[in-house]
């Protein structure tokens, strides 16, 4: 939300973005059209590129994101995010340290998993959005499986056919070896306390690691296990102040 984005939202964004989807086919989120099931392949990628044209190609860095790389500085770093537009690579945090742990916006795989390959298209969505018409892109335009020859899907956790990104995974582990027993900080930005994903295994490292120091920051919901208590620090406020707040501390 920090960002911009509300997924679960029928906010005013969604209305001046993607107005003729709520009228037309009754659109209520981001989220709502990200899991539909489109009447056709070219209604389906003219939501998905315009979205992505809008909120990553078009992305600039926001305050925050300025915030949080003066915050780590020339520390060493390690980002686990649900949040799939790659606001992260986009603000300079590094690609390869950068876990999207649900997927990402900017990579297309076969909708039936048909094979493990990944696809930037990032360019292609760009073409798509300035070449669509009426709600819809041309059918020469829309993606398909270079293997099976069958529909491409956003490389989303949406599906059981959604194609972890086990190389990620094992970089994440890397670091979290590399470190064991070492002096560590997690901070957590805007994650909900029942949050089983990314949340909980958070807190259970930090009691797992004696060194650690576990932050979070969220508006209205602070939760910390018993365990942790000693060594955590609960920021109830809005992400933006907060962390610029940090950063005037250093």
């Known amino acids: 939300m920090t960002e911009g984005i509300h997924l679960f939202a029928d906010n005013q964004a969604l209305q001046d973005l993607l107005g ?22 070219e209604v389906k990628w003219a939501f998905w590129s315009r979205i992505v044209q809008h909120y990553c190609n078009e992305y600039q860095p926001t305050p925050v994101m300025h915030d949080l790389k ?7 770093y390690f980002i686990v995010t649900s949040n799939g537009e790659e606001h992260f690579e986009k603000s300079g945090f590094a690609k390869e340290k950068i876990y999207e742990i649900e997927g990402t916006w900017l990579a297309l795989q076969c909708a039936h998993a048909c094979h493990a390959g990944l696809y930037p298209w990032s ?15 041309p059918a020469d335009m829309v993606p398909k499986c270079p293997h099976c020859g069958g529909p491409m899907a956003v490389h ?19 670091f979290l070896t590399q470190y064991h027993g070492k002096n560590l900080v997690i901070l957590e930005l805007g994650i ?10 958070l807190m259970r490292l930090t009691a797992a690691e004696a060194q650690a120091t576990y932050i979070t920051i969220n508006l209205g ?11 955590a620090y609960g920021l109830d406020g809005y992400l933006e102040p907060v962390v610029h707040e940090l950063v005037t501390c250093l």
């Open 20 to 41: 003729d989807f709520k009228s037309r086919y009754g659109l209520r989120s981001l989220l709502q059209g990200m899991g539909a099931r489109w009447p056709e392949e």
């Open 70 to 76: 003066a915050l780590v500085g020339d520390k060493e």
């Open 123 to 137: 360019d292609l969505a760009g073409k798509m959005a300035d070449a669509e018409q009426d709600g819809r892109i």
């Open 156 to 174: 989303l956790c949406l599906d059981q056919n959604f194609l972890p990104d086990h190389e990620a995974g094992r970089r994440f582990q890397d």
């Open 192 to 201: 909900g306390k029942n949050n089983q994903l990314i949340k909980a295994p």
């Open 221 to 231: 919901e602070i939760f910390i296990t018993p365990d942790i208590k000693d060594r």
